[in-house]
């Protein structure tokens, strides 16, 4: 599906849908419980595939709707009822499908190390593609087994052999998700678990927000000199769970704004209550830029108008996930936009420096592209409609349909079906909001 959007000014209010980073981490948690509802879920692909992986390892995942029986609308889940496997995931039946889902491989790989069989993990093709070494390494240290079957690091997975826990030394610089994947197995292993980094922890914000979670279902964790640690023989427990609004999502609607909202109007997004989440950075770039922006975070409320806007220098070391966002904001602000220490950007779905790159200079911005950095000369970019590539990516989707609103001429984004994976109601939101975006 191709995304179609014209120059555009846009006003009104809108919401962000359910933080995906929370809705993956509450699902696996009520999943090692006894059950758990979890209100206010993100209802789209990835979440969806770790649902499936708790079933997989004996529990069972129900999706609800409680707004549309009578009219057989579809607006999506109001909450997931979840009855866990009650710490210990049993064998699965059947190979675990992670489809396109990174937090799902690698949270699971973590869980199905507990296993006393064996699990297969495998997803699509961006998946297999994406490194799993460190975490198979730290899951075989522990006790359990943990193998690529092609021997190259990546998926498919073969994974079990019940791990006891100990102390075990992973990189800081590949993904959090790995030490997000062990804090969560850990709490239910004998010994524990205790994660010593060898280097500098990238995405830092992505940790607290497990830990925020696990601590939100009894779980406790801490803090140490050189990494983190959990105790063993922990309970999950929690009768519900409400999920935040998430802040990667709204990032997009705010970047529209600023650059796109009417003369004299604003866009609010609301659902912004304060939270763990590191993309929460959002407001302070856009400010650092010029913005005039408000967050509100009592009625968890954000407001913002169009303005002009400087280039800054951002450090996405903690927020990889923005870097297609201020990369866009970076072609519309006068002078120099530098998104550094952002070389761990590139092993997401796909390589988002290179991609924004060759997006942005296809819409006639100039860029710099260095191994860490991607640099955009606002100053020297005039932007025209062209068709860029989405390359299966939902982020990318999202930041150059905003690109698109404020170019001259029409944009075509490619790929358009795949803001589902965390956005399923994005080009909605934007019509809804005056942009003329339309799919086909």
Same mark, same amino acid.
Not at 261 to 268: F, I, L, Q, W
Not at 383 to 411: F, K, N, P, S, Y
């Given at each position: !599906?191709?995304?179609?959007?014209?120059? *555009?000014?846009?006003?009104?209010?809108?919401?962000?849908?359910?933080? @995906?980073?929370?809705?993956?981490?509450?699902?696996?948690?009520?999943?090692?419980?006894?059950?758990?509802?979890?209100?206010?879920?993100?209802?789209?692909?990835?979440?969806?595939?770790?649902?499936?992986?708790?079933?997989?390892?004996?529990?069972?995942?129900?999706?609800?709707?409680?707004?549309?029986?009578?009219?057989?609308?579809?607006?999506?889940?109001?909450?997931?009822?979840?009855?866990?496997?009650?710490?210990?995931?049993?064998?699965?039946?059947?190979?675990?499908?992670?489809?396109?889902?990174?937090?799902? &491989?690698?949270?699971?790989?973590?869980?199905?190390?507990?296993?006393?069989?064996?699990?297969?993990?495998?997803?699509?093709?961006?998946?297999?593609?994406?490194?799993?070494?460190?975490?198979?390494?730290?899951?075989?240290?522990?006790?359990?087994?943990?193998?690529?079957?092609?021997?190259?690091?990546?998926?498919?997975?073969?994974?079990?052999?019940? !791990?006891?826990?100990?102390?075990?030394?992973?990189?800081?610089?590949?993904? *959090?998700?790995?030490?997000?994947?062990?804090?969560?197995?850990?709490?239910?292993?004998?010994?524990?678990?205790?994660?010593?980094? +060898?280097?500098?922890? @990238?995405?830092?914000?992505?940790?607290?927000?497990?830990?925020?979670?696990?601590?939100?279902?009894?779980?406790?964790?801490?803090?140490?000199?050189?990494?983190?640690?959990?105790?063993?023989?922990?309970?999950?427990?929690?009768?519900?769970?409400?999920?935040?609004?998430?802040?990667?999502? &709204?990032?997009?609607?705010?970047?529209?704004?600023?650059?796109?909202?009417?003369?004299?109007?604003?866009?609010?997004?609301?659902?912004?209550?304060?939270?763990?989440?590191?993309?929460?950075?959002?407001?302070?770039?856009?400010?650092? !830029?010029?913005?005039?922006?408000?967050?509100?975070?009592?009625?968890?409320?954000?407001?913002?108008?169009?303005? *002009?806007?400087?280039?800054?220098?951002?450090?996405?070391?903690?927020?990889?996930?923005?870097?297609?966002?201020?990369?866009?904001?970076?072609?519309?602000?006068?002078?120099?936009?530098?998104?550094?220490?952002?070389?761990?950007?590139?092993?997401?779905?796909?390589?988002?420096?290179?991609?924004?790159? +060759?997006?942005?200079?296809?819409?006639?911005?100039?860029?710099?592209? @260095?191994?860490?950095?991607?640099?955009?000369?606002?100053?020297?970019?005039?932007?025209?409609?062209?068709?860029?590539?989405?390359?299966?990516?939902?982020?990318?989707? &999202?930041?150059?349909?905003?690109?698109?609103?404020?170019?001259?001429?029409?944009?075509?984004?490619?790929?358009?079906?795949?803001?589902?994976?965390?956005?399923?109601?994005?080009?909605?939101? &934007?019509?809804?909001?005056?942009?003329?975006?339309?799919?086909?």
């Amino acid at each position: !599906m191709d995304a179609h959007v014209s120059p *555009s000014r846009i006003a009104g209010r809108a919401r962000a849908p359910p933080s @995906k980073s929370y809705t993956h981490r509450a699902i696996l948690a009520a999943g090692y419980g006894a059950g758990t509802t979890v209100t206010d879920p993100l209802d789209s692909a990835d979440p969806r595939a770790t649902g499936r992986a708790v079933e997989a390892f004996g529990g069972e995942v129900m999706w609800t709707d409680e707004g549309d029986e009578d009219d057989g609308g579809d607006d999506g889940a109001e909450a997931v009822e979840v009855t866990g496997f009650g710490g210990r995931p049993g064998t699965p039946d059947d190979v675990i499908d992670c489809a396109n889902s990174g937090t799902t &491989m690698r949270l699971v790989t973590a869980a199905a190390g507990l296993t006393d069989g064996l699990a297969v993990l495998t997803g699509d093709g961006s998946l297999r593609s994406r490194p799993q070494g460190p975490l198979l390494d730290a899951v075989a240290s522990l006790g359990g087994r943990a193998e690529s079957t092609r021997r190259n690091e990546q998926a498919p997975l073969v994974v079990g052999d019940a !791990m006891t826990g100990g102390t075990v030394a992973i990189p800081g610089d590949v993904s *959090s998700q790995f030490v997000t994947a062990l804090l969560m197995a850990g709490a239910v292993t004998d010994e524990g678990i205790e994660v010593d980094l +060898e280097t500098e922890l @990238k995405s830092a914000p992505y940790v607290e927000i497990t830990r925020e979670v696990l601590a939100d279902f009894g779980v406790d964790t801490e803090r140490t000199e050189t990494g983190f640690r959990v105790p063993g023989g922990q309970s999950y427990e929690a009768d519900e769970y409400a999920v935040p609004g998430d802040f990667s999502s &709204m990032s997009y609607l705010l970047a529209a704004g600023a650059v796109a909202a009417a003369e004299g109007e604003t866009v609010v997004v609301e659902g912004a209550r304060p939270s763990a989440q590191g993309d929460s950075a959002i407001v302070d770039v856009l400010d650092r !830029m010029g913005a005039d922006i408000d967050w509100d975070e009592d009625t968890g409320e954000i407001t913002v108008r169009a303005s *002009s806007l400087s280039g800054v220098e951002v450090d996405v070391g903690d927020t990889p996930d923005l870097l297609p966002t201020i990369a866009v904001l970076g072609a519309v602000a006068d002078g120099e936009t530098r998104i550094v220490n952002a070389e761990h950007v590139r092993y997401k779905e796909t390589d988002r420096v290179a991609a924004m790159a +060759e997006s942005l200079e296809k819409l006639g911005a100039e860029v710099t592209e @260095k191994q860490d950095s991607l640099t955009v000369h606002g100053g020297e970019s005039t932007l025209g409609g062209a068709t860029v590539h989405g390359r299966g990516d939902h982020r990318l989707v &999202m930041a150059l349909t905003v690109a698109g609103l404020v170019a001259d001429g029409e944009t075509t984004v490619t790929g358009a079906e795949h803001v589902d994976v965390s956005f399923p109601g994005f080009f909605e939101t &934007m019509a809804d909001l005056g942009a003329a975006v339309s799919t086909e």
